[in-house]
């Protein structure tokens, strides 16, 4: 079989759980190969094969089906220079040269799978014109490869509201797959616990900085701090809350908390400052598909819907009949947030104490 | 300080949008179509970035005639030329085309900054801007939520999930902007009258030296096989609230075994 290179994101210092989908997709198509960016430059006379990535990452990468490993590491660059390494760009010199030094006649189809993060989808692009590849973003499943079709994936457009098949007429092909669904294909996988069982090949390469690359420097990075609610992507339950809160979230967050959820938003009320931006569901903010998701004074526009419209229940609080998140809503109140949600919460409540739980 | 904004013309994102048969293109009508939603974040960051630094904004597109709208557009909130880049030979262009398209005309604009929106409203790969910066080796500050400058190097601040950054890159440079940026301003009575003394300029392929063979359907990396609409979600059971809404609302949840 032929190598899948998957490259992969360490948003936390930590690979993600998206990259870890990504590998287990690859597998479908040939023998999965990680591509990982150390944070240790190799001028740090560390001899290491896996230097600047934990043993944790490795064993998950293993267990993700990675039949190698190629690390990284930047040449030219100390953490104490200020000089800060831009991943974009040298997660692209990685790939690149990844890429080249393993191209032989056997192995002429190179595919790439990126996670489409702001950050994959830099290298996406850049990687796509350095290897003259196909690049196809959004994609949501890989399809079998038969001699004649090349590379064929589905992938949605226009905002969800279509599924396409597309081929690449390249033997060359940057996949952009969405992290939402990534990161859904390794939760299943470790459901099943079904992990392959192979010892990865770690192969250290080194990666020369490059002008571009110098030319960013980070001033100042700040965490954001935790909170201690369910990660949104991974909640079971979200409530979410828009315009109609005026601000006010405090019922909002009552009902998350009585039903052991997380809170969102929608861009007006990130926008208007009432919500850090990492509540954000929607077209520009983050797609989830938990099994309840609650809109509260959410008029449920398009952007907002396709973020999440594949949740497995909805309900909606508006005080307008009209509201168009009403139209997807498995059951809707049309009120006033601010009289219904306490109700519920105080319901909840009892109905607990009256069953038990 | 010279500044080019790239800005779409695309079908509004509020109403239908369908993809059709055979090549499964955008079905496309000119009275529906609009600067895309998010370029006008990127244009409000360019013109701000021009006012603070007695600099100028140039809108360029690319697309078929009625893509001229989006540089009209943007002439009318205080960008000062623009550049429409035209030709028969581009219809069915894949984002690498449009890349180097617009990667030619930068070279010959030579600005200092280039600010692009974060994905188009209709294709939305987010691709173009980072194939750009690739074809001329540019660094690249995606999807950045505030654009500074002192003059001499570009700095921006962006939000991302794991917490706040801010980084500065000297120029030349591209930057892309999120929805969390400045509100984009309204165009003016003055504005739009100023707007109608300005000059568009119209370039084909050959003013930009790219060969046609390089773009349209053929040069096309990929090929869509199928598209089907994908079912949407119907309604269930909505009502008013007569006082017991949220104790409804806790019953269907019991009912769902959601609590
Ligand atoms: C390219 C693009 C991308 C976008 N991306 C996103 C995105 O990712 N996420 C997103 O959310 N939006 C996004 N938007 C914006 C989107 O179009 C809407 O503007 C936004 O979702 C509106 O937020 P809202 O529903 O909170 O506010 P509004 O549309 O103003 O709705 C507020 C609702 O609250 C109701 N209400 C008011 N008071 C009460 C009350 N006391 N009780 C109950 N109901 C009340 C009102 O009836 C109304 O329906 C995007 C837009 C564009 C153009
Ligand atoms: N045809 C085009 N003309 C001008 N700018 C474009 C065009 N296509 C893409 N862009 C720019 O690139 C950004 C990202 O677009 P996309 O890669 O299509 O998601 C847009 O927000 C625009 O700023």
Request: hydrophobic content about 45%.
């Amino acid at each position: 079989m032929s190598s899948v290179y998957v490259l992969i994101d360490r948003p936390h210092g930590e690979v993600s759980e998206a990259a870890l989908g990504l590998l287990t997709l690859a597998g479908q198509w040939g023998d999965p190969v990680a591509i990982v960016l150390s944070e240790r430059a190799s001028d740090e006379g560390c001899d290491r094969d896996s230097a600047g990535i934990e043993p944790s990452e490795m064993v998950a990468l293993s267990r993700a089906g990675a039949v190698e490993i190629i690390v990284a590491r930047p040449v030219g660059v100390s953490p104490e220079s200020g000089c800060v390494v831009h991943s974009g760009e040298l997660m692209t010199d990685a790939a690149t040269a990844a890429l080249s030094e393993r191209r032989t006649a056997a192995e002429l189809a190179d595919v790439v799978l990126a996670s489409g993060t702001p950050e994959g989808r830099e290298i996406a692009g850049r990687l796509a014109v350095r290897l003259k590849a196909a690049v196809i973003t959004d994609v949501v499943a890989l399809l079998p490869v038969t001699s004649d079709s090349g590379f064929r994936v589905k992938k949605t457009a226009l905002a969800d509201a279509f599924e396409v098949i597309v081929r690449s007429t390249r033997r060359a092909a940057v996949i952009v797959v969405a992290p939402e669904v990534a990161s859904a294909v390794w939760a299943k996988t470790c459901e099943t616990a079904v992990f392959r069982d192979v010892v990865p090949r770690v192969r250290p390469l080194k990666c020369p900085l490059r002008m571009g690359t110098s030319a960013i420097r980070v001033v100042e990075r700040r965490a954001r701090d935790m909170s201690e609610r369910p990660d949104l992507s991974k909640a079971k339950v979200v409530v979410a809350g828009g315009r109609g809160t005026r601000g006010d979230f405090t019922s909002i967050e009552a009902l998350a908390d009585a039903l052991g959820g997380a809170t969102a938003a929608s861009w007006a009320a990130v926008s208007a400052g009432w919500c850090s931006a990492d509540r954000q569901v929607g077209q520009t903010g983050q797609r989830v598909s938990p099994r309840l998701y609650v809109a509260a004074g959410i008029s449920g526009s398009v952007h907002h819907r396709v973020g999440m419209q594949d949740s497995q229940v909805v309900v909606a609080v508006n005080k307008d009949p009209d509201a168009p998140i009403f139209g997807i809503a498995d059951f809707g109140i049309v009120g006033d947030l601010f009289t219904v949600l306490p109700q519920a919460v105080e319901e909840i409540a009892r109905i607990r104490g009256r069953i038990g739980t | 300080m010279k500044v080019v904004v790239l800005v779409k013309c695309v079908p509004d994102s509020q109403l239908a949008r369908s993809l059709v048969a055979p090549k499964w293109n955008m079905k496309r009508c000119d009275v529906s179509e609009i600067v895309s939603e998010l370029d006008e974040y990127a244009l409000e960051e360019a013109l701000r970035l021009a006012e603070t630094h007695s600099g100028s904004v140039t809108a360029v597109t690319v697309g078929p005639a009625r893509a001229v709208k989006a540089v009209e557009t943007a002439l009318q909130r205080g960008a000062e030329s623009g550049v429409h880049i035209m030709d028969d030979a581009l219809a069915g262009s894949d984002v690498v085309a449009t890349a180097v398209v617009l990667s030619a005309a930068v070279r010959r604009l030579c600005p200092d900054v280039v600010i692009a929106g974060m994905a188009s409203t209709d294709s939305g790969t987010s691709l173009v801007p980072s194939m750009i910066a690739e074809m001329l080796g540019w660094p690249l500050l995606g999807c950045v939520d505030e654009v500074l400058t002192d003059g001499s190097v570009l700095r921006v601040r962006r939000e991302r999930d794991h917490g706040l950054e801010v980084l500065e890159a000297s120029m030349p440079v591209i930057v892309t902007v999120t929805d969390r940026a400045s509100e984009p301003r309204f165009p003016s009575f003055r504005t739009i009258l100023a707007a109608k003394r300005k000059t568009i300029h119209s370039w084909s392929l050959s003013d930009l030296g790219i060969c046609s063979s390089e773009v349209g359907w053929d040069a096309a990396r990929t090929s869509v096989e199928s598209a089907v609409e994908r079912p949407s979600r119907g309604a269930g059971h909505i009502e008013k609230d007569e006082g017991h809404g949220g104790i409804r609302l806790a019953e269907f949840l019991l009912e769902r075994n959601l609590l």
